[in-house]
Structures are given as structure tokens and as C-alpha cells.
């Protein structure tokens, strides 16, 4: 026998006023979940994002004609710098790269400016993980979100709706879980962040002020370009290079199916690629082995198939392109003094391009590994490992990126924990060392070419565990 | 396709408005809509070119009950037409002799083809003439244990005249493919899942709030826990090495119970309420199996359809079979308690065999199965000597504390079979398990999984999974105590229900995006 | 085996494998899960040793041992069939 309480229920779902019921709460609560979804985005999201400096200034710049646009993830951002560029080229370009632009993005990025501007040249930037990693989706909806900001209701719903049906996100979780976006490009979730954030938004600051507060020693130089000043520590290598962070793996066919459609886009519309991978310390070339040769031709046969141009600004030779210990941020960037040096390097190979001249012959080329490998004059950098044996014997061993002529020694310090020095192993070319049993502290594994007197051109330091 | 995916909601959309807009003008043709969403879920999610194998399946369970129906019209006609009753026995006879030879034919076709596709190559492999596990190019065909032991089970159950065999091949394929069931089961029984999907439904009738209410219940259970916590088990068992601390294994299998249940049961949360959608209720699969007694029960609360799968398909029939009587006949001279038990305790150790061999062919699986087989047959052996115990301490064994004792001592029993279930290497199992007992070594616990590549983040991001297993743990203690939590919540009102969907949406956002994109550190890129 | 046989008889067999259990009333033996597999599988071998009547794996289904009643029919079918 069914209660009271259920009959009571049952005779409300069936009668329309128990309908209109149904479906008022339902409405209620769907409004609830959107409230709560725009306040959370309106707390958490992160103001000031690098994308929505890009997009905001590229609307700004709507009235000045652009003939030449950037577009790639941060290392492209990094690595261009417009103003050299157009002093050199006298043209005018607009830099639409952003952090971790996945190359969908950079698509949607040239398609809007050839519609916009009808631009004559597009300069895309890819490294090593552009092509071998396809999941950014944080950076896919701070994009779509950015580019929506601007946009009238419609265009934005379709811009939107055309991120959730991607091949990236929709058969993923991501293509629902984004119709949350503070979940992703989300300021740290710790009550100060949070705070600081809301405080940022309604400041009154733009987006540009934002964006300086938010990345402390980060400064925007006009045309869609910002950089930093900060410059590597060699000694740090080991965490630095992109195979450390990202691991190795080959390049996705849908990456390159990705760059293929670029390509395609850019001759359809009469517009110049030029598909740029962008300058790393040797370290982090040499990093990845033979496999770097290999999976970059065959991003350079997709580009080349498609009628772009392509430049590996790594294997540029000397006469073209030298960039110095100083000019790299990190591992994967240039800094600004790097980018300007680069730019100007760049934009000579760019003249001789319009010149027509063969600028293959500015560079090794992959098919000749070994000779790009016995170019490299200089110690780029030394890292090691700490391996212990069963019995408690620990050795630690040294690996060197350099160039196949360079001739390196190392030594060996303890450096104890009151930071004394007692030297392991001196000079030799033995690059792996035993650490006397029970020694606390750090190893530090200098090296240098033979022949120099120096301290060392390189070190790093290894930990002893336990 | 996942099954939290705009692309799965928008197949769901397309196959429910179809479903339910030919039900306005005919029920009786409402499952052709059911078939074609099967089978375009299949060469969506699987692989068109692996459908063959299931066609195949679905032939073959539809013909041969089909030719025993009609060899069973024979054979009574025969009988009929005998002279006496020796001969209706002979005609019987012969009769049961045939069909039990297509019987026999139709499971080794089936069993056949899963054997080949899963087990060949692994098997060419251990005896050293296949290079790898994989090297033949076999392609598993998506859900091709679970269609199989369904099928299957149609098959037996027709040749034991359980029902009137299906004629219509198209519909036999139905209830062989049907969408939901297809990834990870539950394993149905034709006679409960057959007419549900063929007797078609309106949509008043569909109980949408609790089947969202579930989809969700499951994505969280998948997202916030199983997923979250896949990687670090990852690291922690693929690093193993002769000195790890028995605290860092005790952690890994206690989030492997949390990451395997929440998988597993989330998972088919979430596709019992896609085909509750449809107004199909499929088999349940999971009964909370924490708040078990003993091991047993346990294995009547997890994965609930291949454990009935197995006792009436496998344990019945062999312990019932001649020589298990004749077995338990001369056990009983030692005792009667042995005589009743040893049949039941050796087809019992041979069904985890097989279940054990049904995860896979590697040897930790083997071991793992003949674990819960063995633990399970010795407590059924020594019952007796336990209730004596039981008795002579005075144990109250009806009070909760006993039930809560019980509940505990057979979570931990689960849990060290999950040592060999999850490390993939046999000695690694036991090094494991030698390392739990012997080197504890706490003070070890954060340096190893640091060196494991466990990240200081991975474990503070595990707050997310915690609060989501508090979560569940409250929802099943409630249902174990008999409330129907989800009526409780619809109850609620509409604005506090606003605010506690928000909250588990937020819960799946967070931690989905953690799993799927914090690869890499890049958590706080600032794009 | 004689004809006779009553519920009564099955109770007090049922009794012997499985005390504390209502068999009069209930009929939701195995679906109310009182009985578990095991229990089933000492019924079966008391059936066969007390009344001589063996169970086939294809009669072991819920409906069957439901309850008293259910089993007790079951047991005169098997007889009625064996004849």
C-alpha cells in the first residue's frame, strides 16, 4: 500500500500544475548551478591572463594594419620581436602567440588575421613538445575565453561551441567539465590567490596592468610581445630540459595533421609560412638524441609538402645565427635580449627568403646529423647521476652535452654540508667518480674543455641521499 | 569516447529522441532504435573492422538454441511415438547426446574466439614464440568478455529450457550488443534484460532525476577517486625494488582498493543510469562490497554479475557433477561437515581460477584467483572450529562490533589479495608483501615516493579524492542502512540541491582537469 | 523414495544444514540472500543423501530454492521425471 505522502507525490507529477512544478525547480536549479559557476569564475579564474593580453591587444590594434603575424605557443611568443622585425623588414607585425597555444589555436590565431587583415606572411613557432604533446586544454580554454571576451554573444556562443566539439576535447571529459572554465587557467587555490584575484578584477585595472602583477618580471614591449629578463642556470640543466618535464615521445599525426592545415590555410588564402622552430640551448637539442633529427624532417616535410618554409633555428649555422650563453631564459625560451638578437638574426634569413635565395643553405640539415653535431664548439651543458650499489658504494657519473669534437675533463668536489670543499677526483677524463662511504653533503661535478684553465665552464650539483 | 564527454551526451540526446519518438507511434518497433544505437555506439567507441567478432558471437547463440529447441521437438515426437519405456529412454538418450554435442560446439566457438583474441598471443609469448604479448597484431574487440559470458549465458540457459528461445536473429543481436553493457559490463541474464529491452517504453515512465543523479554519482566516483589516484599507484608499483617500505605498499594498495572500486563501480553507475534512460534497468553490479563479513560475501557484493555468472554456470555444475559427489561421499567418512563442504571448496577454488584467468593469462592473476578460491574454501572448511571459538570466547557474534570486526578483518583479507592482483610481477607480489611485514619503515614513506616521482602536489591534490571517499563512504553506509539516498537528495530543495550539484560538478571539474592536464606541472601556467 | 514426503520433512532437513532460518514463512531464501551458495550446495547433497534424489546444475536456479515449498516441489518433479 502506498502512503499517503506517496500518493500525494505521485498525483503531483501526473497533474500539470505538479509539471509546472517540476519543471520551475528544475529551472531553479540549473540557475543555481550557473550562478555558482560565474561567481566561481568570477573568483578564480585567472585575471590578467597572457592570452587575454593578446586578444585584447590585437582588438586594439584593429585599426593599424598588420601585414605580418606571429602565432605558436610561448616559445614562438618569446623568441619574436615585432618592433626588430619591422625595423629591419620595414613590415608590420603582431604577435599572436601565447603560453602552450596548442596548434588548433594558432590556426583559429592566422585565419583571424588574414580575415581581419589580410596579412601577407604568417610566422609560425613550434619546439620539440609542440608536436609531441596534444593535451593543453588549460590553455585551449583560456584562449576561447579570451577570444570570446571581445566578441558579440552570438559569435562568442559559437566560438565556444566550436572549442567543446574539437577533436581535442570532445569525445573527453573536457568537452563538458569546460562549460566550467574556472576549472581550468585557475589562480592557486589558497584563499590569498583567491583574494588577490578578485581584488585585481575589480580594481579597474585592464587586463594588460593585470597581467603585469600577475607575472612578476614580465613586461610588455607593444604588438602582442612581452618578455622577461631572467637568464638560465646551466647548473640546473638536469630539471631544465624539456625531456625532464615532458618526456620523450614522437610526434602526434594529429600535430602534424595540424600544421598540415595551417599550410593548407595559408596557400588557400596567398599567404607566406614560414614554420620556425624556435632557438634552445644545445642541452636541450642534444637532449633528446637521434630522435630529434628524426621527428623534426618529418615536421619539415608536412611544412614544405604544404608550400611553407621552414627553419630549424637550432641548426642555423654560426654565420647566420649564434645565440650566446646569456640570451636563454630557461631551458625552452628565449629571454628579451635573446629574442632581440634572434629577431635580427631572423629577420636577415627572412630577407633572403624575399630575395629568393636558397636559405636551406643557412642551415645543417637533419639527413647530416653529424655535421650539425661536430659544429657545436662549446660545452652547453653537464648533468649527472648518483647510482648506489648494494653494498652502500655510491658513484656518481657526469654526462656532458656538447659536440662531437669537444674534449671534456671533470672534476669532482664534496661540497659538505658546512659548504667545505675537498676535492674527490681532480682533472681527468674519467667522468664518473666513487663517493667515499659515509659522506653527507653534495658532489660537484665541474667540467671544462681540455686545454682551459678555467674553474670550470660548467657544474652541477648532485645530492647525496640519506 | 569517455563516457563523461559532450560526444557520449549528444550520441545519448540523438538515441533517446529517436528511442522515444518512434515509441509515440509504435512500441512494438521501438528496440530496432535500441539495435541501431548499439551497434553505432560500437563502431564509435571500438573498432567497425572488430564488430565481426561480435556479430559472430551473436550467430552463433542465436542458432544453436534455436537447433536444440527443434531437437528437443524431435525427440519428443520420438518418445511419443516409442514402443515402451526403454525405448522412449534410448530415444532420450541419444536425443540428449546431440544436443549436448551442439552445446559443446557452440561454447567452443564462443569461448574460442575470446581464448584467441586474449590469450594466444600471451600464451606464445610465455612459452618463448611470440617476441611480445602483443606481437601477433590481435586486436581485443571491445567488451568481448562481457558480450561473451552474456551470450553465453543465453546459450546455457536455452539448452536447459529456461525460456522459449529467441527467433528473431536481429533481436538475439540486441540483447548481445546492447550499448551500455558492452564496456565493462554488468554481465545480464536474458530472462531479466530480454524483454525490458524488447517490450519498449515511454518516457513518463523513465525515472530521469535519479538516473542523472546516478551518472553523476558514478563520474565523481571515476574522476574524483579512481582516476585522481591511478598515477601514483602507477609510480609506486612500477618502481618496486628489494628495499621498498612496507609503508609506501600499505599506501599503494589502500588507494589501489579506492582507484579499482571507484574504476569499476563508478564506471557501471554511470552506464546503468544511460540505460535506465532508455527504461532498461540492467543487472546491479556492485553492493558497497566493503561493508562485507567475509570473503565470500565480499565476492557476492563485487562485481555481482560475473560472481552469479560463475556459480551457475561453473561452481553448480561441477560440484554437482559425478565425481565431486562421489569425492564428497568419501570425505564425509572423515566427517560430515568435510563430505558436505570439499565439492563446494574445490569448485570453488576452481572458479577464482578462472576468474583470476579471465582478468589475464600473466601468472600474478593466477595467483591472485587461487588466493580468494583458497581463503574462501578454508573458511568454509574450518566454519565449524570457528563458531567453537566463536562459543568458547563468548563472542556476541550478532552485536555490531562483531559485524564492525568483521567488516575490517575482511577488508584487509581483500586487500592482500589486491597485492596480487595489482603488482604485475609475481615476485614483486611477494617481496611486496614480505616488505609490509618485515620493513614497515615509516620514516622512509615520503623520501621513497618522492624518488618514486610522486609529486608533492600529487599527494596534496589527493584532499579532492578524500573528500570524495567520504563522500561515497556516507552515501553507502546510508544505503546500507536501507535509505534510498537519492530520494533523500531529490527531496531537498530546489536551491540546496542547486548548491550540492555545484559542489560535485566543481569536485569532477577540479579533479578531471588535475588528471587529464596537470601532466607536466603545468597546473598554474597562467595561459 | 516414498510419496509422502512433506514439507515437514524438508523443513527439519533444511533445518540440519542451516539452523536459525524461518523456512516456514520465508520465500525469499536466496534472493534475500540467507542462503548463499554453499548452503545450497549442502541442501543438494542432503537431498541426495537423504531422499536419494539427485539435483541436476539446471534445476539450481533461484526459483528453486526460494523456499520450503518451492524446493519440496522441485524434489517431486525430479522424482516424477526419474520415473
Redesign the interface.
Same mark, same amino acid.
Not at chain 1, 593535451?135 to 590553455?139: H, I, K, L, P, V
Not at chain 1, 576535447?169 to 567539465?177: E, G, I, K, T, W
Given at each position: 500500500m502506498p502512503t499517503s505522502r506517496e500518493k500525494h507525490a505521485r498525483g503531483d507529477a501526473s497533474s500539470p500544475r505538479g509539471w509546472r512544478r517540476r519543471v520551475v525547480?528544475?529551472l531553479?536549479?540549473?540557475?543555481?548551478?550557473v550562478?555558482?559557476?560565474v561567481i566561481?569564475s568570477f573568483a578564480l579564474e585567472?585575471y590578467g591572463?597572457?592570452?587575454s593580453v593578446m586578444w585584447s591587444e590585437y582588438r586594439a590594434a584593429a585599426g593599424e594594419g598588420i601585414d605580418t603575424v606571429v602565432v605558436g605557443s610561448s616559445t614562438s611568443q618569446r623568441a619574436f620581436d615585432p618592433q626588430v622585425l619591422d625595423a629591419a623588414l620595414g613590415t608590420s607585425t603582431f604577435s599572436m602567440a601565447?603560453?602552450?597555444q596548442p596548434l588548433d589555436d594558432s590556426y583559429t590565431a592566422a585565419e583571424q588575421a588574414i580575415r581581419d587583415h589580410h596579412v601577407r606572411r604568417v610566422i609560425l613557432g613550434v619546439d620539440y613538445e609542440s608536436l609531441s604533446?596534444d593535451?593543453?586544454? !588549460? &590553455?585551449h580554454v583560456?584562449?576561447a575565453r579570451a577570444k570570446m571576451d571581445g566578441e558579440p554573444l552570438p559569435q562568442a556562443v559559437a566560438d565556444y561551441w566550436r572549442l /567543446?566539439?574539437s577533436p581535442s576535447?570532445?569525445?573527453?571529459?573536457? &568537452? /563538458?567539465?569546460a562549460l566550467?572554465p574556472? !576549472?581550468?587557467? #585557475?589562480?592557486?587555490l589558497d584563499p590569498g590567490s583567491v583574494a588577490a584575484n578578485v581584488r585585481e578584477r575589480l580594481s579597474g585595472d585592464g587586463t594588460l596592468e593585470a597581467a603585469k602583477v600577475?607575472?612578476g618580471g614580465w613586461t610588455y614591449y607593444g604588438r602582442g610581445y612581452g618578455n622577461y629578463d631572467n637568464v638560465i642556470d646551466y647548473s640546473l640543466a638536469r630539471k631544465e630540459t624539456s625531456v625532464a618535464? #615532458?618526456g620523450t615521445s614522437d610526434f602526434k599525426e594529429a600535430c602534424l595533421n595540424q600544421v598540415a592545415d595551417i599550410a593548407r590555410l595559408c596557400r588557400e588564402s596567398g599567404v607566406q609560412l614560414v614554420v620556425v622552430v624556435t632557438p634552445r640551448p644545445a642541452f636541450n637539442v642534444l637532449v633528446y638524441g637521434e630522435k630529434y633529427s628524426e621527428q623534426m624532417s618529418r615536421l619539415q616535410r608536412v611544412v614544405e609538402q604544404g608550400g611553407g618554409t621552414f627553419v630549424d633555428a637550432n641548426l642555423l649555422r654560426s654565420e647566420a645565427y649564434s645565440p650566446l650563453d646569456a640570451d636563454f631564459g630557461d631551458g625552452e625560451h628565449l629571454n628579451r635580449t635573446g629574442a632581440t638578437r634572434f629577431s635580427q638574426a631572423f629577420a636577415s634569413v627572412l630577407q633572403a627568403l624575399d630575395a629568393g635565395q636558397d636559405i636551406g643553405a643557412l642551415s645543417y640539415s637533419y639527413d647530416r646529423w653529424d655535421q650539425y653535431l661536430s659544429s657545436i664548439k662549446h660545452l652547453s651543458a653537464i648533468v649527472s647521476r648518483l647510482d648506489v650499489g648494494?653494498d652502500g658504494t655510491a658513484t656518481v657519473t657526469a654526462q656532458a652535452y656538447t659536440g662531437t669534437d669537444v674534449q671534456v675533463e671533470y672534476r669532482f668536489l664534496l661540497v659538505g654540508e658546512d659548504g667545505g670543499t675537498t676535492v674527490l677526483q681532480d682533472w681527468s677524463s674519467a667522468d664518473s667518480c666513487d663517493v667515499p662511504q659515509g659522506s653527507r653533503g653534495q658532489v660537484m661535478v665541474c667540467a671544462r674543455q681540455v686545454g682551459s684553465t678555467a674553474d670550470y665552464e660548467r657544474y652541477c650539483l648532485q645530492g647525496l641521499?640519506? | 569516447m569517455d563516457l563523461l564527454s559532450l560526444s557520449f551526451v549528444l550520441f545519448l540526446a540523438v538515441s533517446l529522441a529517436a528511442y522515444y519518438l518512434v515509441g509515440r507511434f509504435s512500441r512494438r518497433s521501438q528496440w530496432v532504435v535500441l539495435l541501431a544505437a548499439s551497434l553505432a555506439f560500437y563502431c564509435l567507441v571500438g573498432r567497425w573492422q572488430t564488430l565481426a567478432y561480435m556479430l559472430a558471437c551473436a550467430a552463433v547463440t542465436w542458432a544453436a538454441p534455436l537447433a536444440l529447441a527443434r531437437m528437443g521437438e524431435r525427440c519428443r515426437e520420438e518418445r511419443a511415438a516409442a514402443p515402451d519405456r526403454a525405448a522412449r529412454r534410448a530415444v532420450r538418450a541419444a536425443w540428449d547426446r546431440r544436443r549436448r554435442a551442439v552445446l559443446a560446439a557452440a561454447l567452443l566457438a564462443c569461448f574460442g574466439m575470446l581464448a584467441y583474441l586474449k590469450y594466444w598471443n600471451v600464451l606464445l609469448f610465455e612459452v618463448g614464440l611470440a617476441a611480445s604479448p602483443a606481437s601477433l597484431g590481435l586486436v581485443l574487440p571491445l567488451g568481448i568478455s562481457f558480450y561473451t559470458f552474456q551470450a553465453v549465458s543465453y546459450l546455457v540457459d536455452a539448452y536447459n529450457g529456461r525460456f522459449e528461445p529467441q527467433r528473431n536473429p536481429l533481436k538475439h543481436l540486441l540483447f548481445v550488443s546492447w550499448f551500455p553493457q558492452v564496456i565493462q559490463g554488468p554481465i545480464n541474464r536474458y530472462a531479466d534484460l530480454g524483454p525490458q529491452l524488447l517490450e519498449g517504453h515511454s518516457a513518463k515512465d523513465v525515472p530521469v532525476r535519479r538516473s542523472l543523479l546516478r551518472f553523476g554519482y558514478g563520474a565523481l566516483k571515476k574522476y574524483a577517486i579512481a582516476n585522481m589516484l591511478v598515477g601514483t599507484i602507477d609510480q609506486i608499483f612500477s618502481n618496486v625494488t628489494g628495499d621498498i617500505p612496507g609503508s609506501v605498499v600499505a599506501f599503494g594498495v589502500l588507494l589501489y582498493s579506492a582507484q579499482q572500486y571507484g574504476d569499476f563501480s563508478g564506471g557501471i553507475d554511470m552506464v546503468e543510469a544511460a540505460s535506465s534512460l532508455f527504461g532498461v534497468r540492467m543487472a546491479e553490479n556492485f553492493l558497497r562490497p566493503y561493508f562485507s563479513v567475509s570473503l565470500a560475501d565480499f565476492w557476492r557484493r563485487w562485481h555481482v554479475t560475473l560472481g552469479a555468472w560463475m556459480r551457475d554456470y561453473v561452481f553448480f555444475p561441477f560440484a554437482v557433477s559425478r565425481p565431486m559427489r562421489a569425492l564428497g561421499a568419501r570425505a564425509s567418512r572423515l566427517g560430515e561437515h568435510l563430505g558436505r563442504t570439499l565439492p563446494a571448496c574445490a569448485a570453488n577454488v576452481l572458479v577464482f581460477l578462472i576468474v583470476g584467468l579471465w582478468h589475464g593469462a600473466e601468472p600474478h592473476y593466477v595467483a591472485w584467483g587461487l588466493y580468494n578460491g583458497l581463503v574462501i574454501a578454508l573458511a568454509d572448511l574450518l566454519a565449524p572450529a570457528f563458531r567453537r571459538a566463536n562459543a568458547a570466547l563468548r563472542v556476541d557474534t550478532g552485536s555490531r562490533a562483531h559485524r564492525a570486526f568483521c567488516v575490517l578483518r575482511t577488508f584487509l583479507v581483500v586487500n592482500l589479495g589486491w597485492y596480487f592482483d595489482r603488482i604485475y610481477d609475481f615476485g614483486d607480489s611477494l617481496l611486496c608483501l614480505r616488505n609490509t611485514f618485515t620493513n614497515f619503515a615509516p620514516q622512509q614513506f615520503y623520501l621513497w615516493l618522492m624518488q618514486a616521482g610522486v609529486r608533492d602536489s600529487d599527494l596534496k591534490f589527493m584532499a579532492f579524492s578524500a573528500v570524495a571517499c567520504l563522500f561515497v563512504f556516507v552515501v553507502s553506509l546510508a544505503q546500507e542502512r536501507g535509505v534510498d539516498v537519492s530520494e533523500r537528495i531529490l527531496g531537498w530543495n530546489c536551491v540546496a540541491r542547486g548548491l550540492f550539484y555545484s559542489a560535485v560538478i566543481g569536485l569532477i571539474v577540479i579533479t578531471s582537469f588535475l588528471t587529464q592536464n596537470a601532466a607536466g606541472g603545468f597546473m598554474y601556467a597562467n595561459f | 523414495m516414498d510419496d509422502d514426503l512433506t514439507l515437514d520433512h524438508m523443513i527439519e532437513l533444511l533445518e540440519d544444514v542451516k539452523g536459525n532460518v524461518d523456512y516456514e514463512n520465508c520465500t525469499t531464501l536466496v534472493d534475500d540472500r540467507v542462503l548463499d551458495s554453499f548452503d545450497i550446495l549442502s541442501i543438494i547433497s542432503s537431498i541426495n543423501d537423504e531422499l536419494d534424489v539427485s539435483v541436476p546444475a539446471k534445476d539450481i536456479v533461484p526459483d528453486n530454492f526460494n523456499s520450503a515449498q518451492a524446493m519440496l516441489e522441485m524434489v517431486k518433479r525430479l522424482v516424477d521425471e526419474e520415473g
Open positions: 525547480e528544475t531553479v536549479v540549473i540557475a543555481v548551478i550562478a555558482m559557476d566561481c585567472q591572463s597572457l592570452s601565447t603560453p602552450a604533446f593535451n593543453w586544454a !588549460g &590553455s583560456a584562449f /567543446l566539439v576535447f570532445v569525445r573527453r571529459a573536457d &568537452s /563538458l567539465c566550467f574556472w !576549472g581550468y587557467n #585557475h589562480v592557486k600577475v607575472n618535464i #615532458h648494494d641521499a640519506r | - | -
